[in-house]
């Protein structure tokens, strides 16, 4: 491109949470002086029935002046603590990936550092996660926003959400459309290049409407509908990593407790999510549809239901992996159309939240210098990469054998990265971070050590510390957060106090 100036348009294909997450900051920051134009089609479905997410969301929420308990209220939503893991590793085990870290630094080292020294000691000293403060709020259903300035269990965590996927795209719409953007309904039919550059000059509606733009920005989910369809970006396929390409979906009837936390229970063939709202629970079951059939699967998720279907289980196929390019061009893949990976540590929102980021700091100019986009995709194979990985080792850290595919899993090749990550944290306990975008520390600690993965030795430097003062700190800190604990709602009470929707039925 030889144009020079701002960008002066901007087209969105597909709505949805993706399309909605694009549209409101840009609209936020751009204001008037670009024309934001959001085109979706009510014949083409969005997926999911709830969604699951990681703190970040609530600095994106922020960014936009959104207020939480109008948010909470109007999505239906629930606090995350966390998420329980109950038979990964082996049947039976039960881990936490609680929100937060195992305590202060010690000395200039990580609390789990010096944790490993105590617990090398005394084989019978508690768990790691005894120190998690969102991990002992989460087993007895309490929360309470994090408070204080001063390092304390009252905020040595934090906290993400439950929502209603459609809810929370419908609150983005208002919320963009008060900003100006322009909501469209169409289906799109063709997309129209300009043939010397090869950049996207407008697409057709299926009505014959014609809308052009400067940039494209394409939520079309997978299908791609503009960075493959119409860029031919193609696609790094990661299947033989990860096994599961499957995913039946159903919501019920909400039980109590309210839990702060998502759950994940392993399978024969995969797993099962319970993401508790306000009004429902939303389910689902990720399976491998090479080790088990369609109408096994939905068995499995039926029978595995706290509460009566809402609705009829939602079936659908994915590819694992990401588009060679996100950012060709004029156009910027978001969302789905980027790339998938499966929802076992409620990424996908993170990774739009990434992407929006992404695009806002290279936002480009009329002359789309290609060093934009090639940061832009380095970034984000970057956390992709480090995101399959994390969900990889999972898989890979177990020790069932109790079906073919947990046999496949345990045997299926994994990145030089992670090869070498796992191999540092067993010699050594350190933990090897590539993308300090995605999983922190304290994420990699609460895996590694909850599926049994038991370092070989520690950093020297904490044996400088008085074992006697190291234990009565551990110990006093325990007890600071029990006290902590037994001062705070439950979740459900806290809700209807602060931010409850309308009340739900309880079945």
Not at 370 to 389: G, T, V, W
């Given at each position: 491109m030889t144009h020079q100036g701002p960008i002066k348009t901007i087209t969105i294909v597909g709505g949805g949470t993706a399309g909605w997450m694009t549209a409101a900051p840009l609209a936020l920051r751009l204001g008037r002086a670009c024309a934001i134009e959001l085109v979706e089609s009510a014949d083409i479905g969005t997926i999911g029935v709830g969604e699951a997410t990681l703190p970040t969301v609530r600095y994106y929420n922020r960014s936009l002046g959104i207020d939480e308990a109008d948010f909470i209220r109007k999505t239906k939503a629930s606090f995350k603590l966390g998420i329980e893991f109950k038979d990964w590793g082996h049947i039976g085990n039960r881990l936490f990936h609680g929100f937060g870290d195992f305590g202060p630094s010690i000395e200039n080292r990580s609390p789990y550092m010096h944790w490993l020294r105590l617990k090398a000691a005394d084989p019978a000293f508690p768990s790691h996660e005894e120190w998690s403060v969102a991990t002992v709020l989460a087993r007895q259903n309490k929360f309470t926003p994090p408070s204080g300035d001063r390092p304390s269990a009252s905020n040595a965590y934090t906290y993400g959400y439950h929502f209603d996927a459609g809810l929370y795209a419908a609150y983005l719409r208002d919320y963009a459309v008060k900003r100006g953007v322009v909501h469209t309904e169409g289906k799109i039919v063709d997309v129209e290049l300009d043939a010397e550059s090869g950049f996207i000059r407008a697409v057709r509606l299926g009505d014959g409407r014609r809308i052009a733009g400067d940039l494209f920005i394409d939520c079309s989910g997978f299908r791609g509908l503009l960075i493959e369809g119409a860029m031919k970006s193609g696609f790094v396929d990661w299947s033989d990593q990860l096994l599961c390409d499957s995913a039946i979906t159903v919501p019920c009837a909400r039980k109590d407790p309210l839990t702060p936390y998502t759950t994940s229970t392993a399978k024969p063939a995969g797993w099962l999510w319970r993401i508790p709202l306000q009004h429902r629970t939303g389910n689902g079951h990720v399976y491998s549809s090479r080790f088990m059939s369609d109408a096994e699967a939905e068995r499995v998720l039926l029978d595995g239901l706290d509460g009566e279907p809402l609705a009829?289980?939602?079936?659908?196929?994915?590819?694992?992996?990401?588009?060679?390019?996100?950012?060709?061009?004029?156009?910027?893949?978001?969302?789905?159309?980027?790339?998938?990976?499966?929802?076992?540590?409620?990424?996908?929102?993170?990774?739009?939240?990434?992407?929006?980021?992404?695009?806002?700091?290279?936002?480009?100019?009329?002359?789309?210098?290609?060093?934009?986009?090639?940061?832009?995709?380095?970034?984000?194979?970057?956390?992709?990469?480090?995101?399959?990985?994390?969900?990889?080792?999972?898989?890979?850290?177990?020790?069932?054998?109790?079906?073919?595919?947990?046999?496949?899993?345990?045997?299926?090749p994994i990145s030089e990265a992670l090869q070498h990550q796992l191999n540092t944290f067993r010699a050594t306990g350190r933990v090897v971070i590539y993308d300090p975008n995605s999983f922190t520390e304290p994420s990699w600690v609460a895996l590694f050590l909850g599926l049994g993965l038991t370092p070989e030795s520690h950093d020297p430097f904490v044996d400088l510390v008085d074992p006697r003062e190291l234990r009565d700190h551990f110990l006093r800190i325990r007890q600071l957060i029990g006290q902590m604990a037994a001062g705070v709602p439950l979740h459900s009470d806290y809700i209807a106090r602060h931010c409850g929707s309308e009340p739900a039925v309880i079945a």
């Open positions: 009829a289980p939602h079936r659908l196929r994915f590819t694992t992996g990401r588009r060679t390019k996100a950012w060709i061009r004029n156009c910027v893949a978001i969302g789905l159309a980027g790339g998938f990976i499966e929802p076992l540590e409620s990424t996908a929102i993170r990774l739009i939240e990434s992407a929006v980021a992404g695009l806002i700091d290279n936002f480009p100019d009329m002359s789309f210098r290609p060093q934009l986009a090639d940061e832009f995709n380095r970034q984000s194979a970057m956390q992709y990469e480090s995101i399959r990985d994390f969900v990889i080792m999972h898989y890979k850290l177990t020790d069932r054998r109790d079906s073919e595919f947990w046999r496949h899993c345990a045997a299926a």
